[in-house]
């Protein structure tokens, strides 16, 4: 493909900076020229955290526009309705199954979207759009902190054309050795659980 454009959208805390990081590294790699955004929001735990990640033959800007992302990953499921507008017709959504109310919800002024509202508003823009029980499959491993490597495997399933060894070689630089085989193990297990649940033709 000429370009790939990423949005990774979260909560502080839950590792999308790392996993922006990885994307960067794994489309240097791959031979594309790349483009990682600042940071937008608040990067504390417990605020909403974006960054951006472009792939292509030659990118000049960072920046993702309105309707221009190819894939968005969600790390958390209100950040998927925030973000939403950012992706392409028929884009690839992946949404971490997990929620962490805001201060307006918890507050009680607001009220948490549930999960029929977050498909509705996911599938009225694309019929690509995939919840993953990325909390509970790290979980499983010992740690939910790996949700997010759980994640960049799943979304490896869709980027077939890129070798397995040049994604585990990316995580593997980019987490203290101590957890490397930790963090090895989630990216395998979020990419089994997509090949698993979705086996159809990748994109």
Not at 95 to 105: F, K, Q
Not at 160 to 171: G, Q, S, Y
Request: proline content about 7%; aromatic content about 6%; charged content about 20%.
């Amino acid at each position: 493909m000429a370009k790939i454009d990423f949005l990774l959208a979260g909560v502080g805390g839950q590792g999308t900076i790392l996993a922006s990081d990885v994307l960067a590294a794994v489309g240097l790699r791959t031979g594309y020229d790349v483009k990682k955004s600042e940071v937008h929001g608040m990067a504390q735990r417990g605020g909403s955290v974006t960054t951006s990640v472009r792939w292509g033959i030659k990118v000049y800007s960072p920046l993702i526009g309105p309707g221009e992302a190819d894939f968005l990953l969600a790390f958390e499921k209100l950040e998927a309705l925030r973000h939403i507008e950012m992706l392409r017709p028929g884009g690839i959504v992946l949404v971490n199954e997990y929620a962490i109310p805001p201060l307006s919800v918890s507050s009680g002024s607001d009220e948490y979207p549930d999960d029929e509202r977050l498909r509705a508003v996911l599938g009225a823009l694309t019929p690509n759009y995939y919840l993953l029980p990325a909390n509970a499959l790290a979980e499983e491993l010992g740690n939910t902190r790996v949700n997010n490597v759980v994640l960049l495997g799943a979304l490896s399933h869709w980027l077939h054309d890129v070798p397995l060894p040049i994604w585990l070689e990316a995580v593997r630089n980019r987490v203290p050795p101590r957890f490397a085989d930790l963090n090895e193990q989630a990216f395998l297990v979020g990419r089994q659980e997509m090949e698993k649940t979705h086996p159809c033709p990748r994109v």
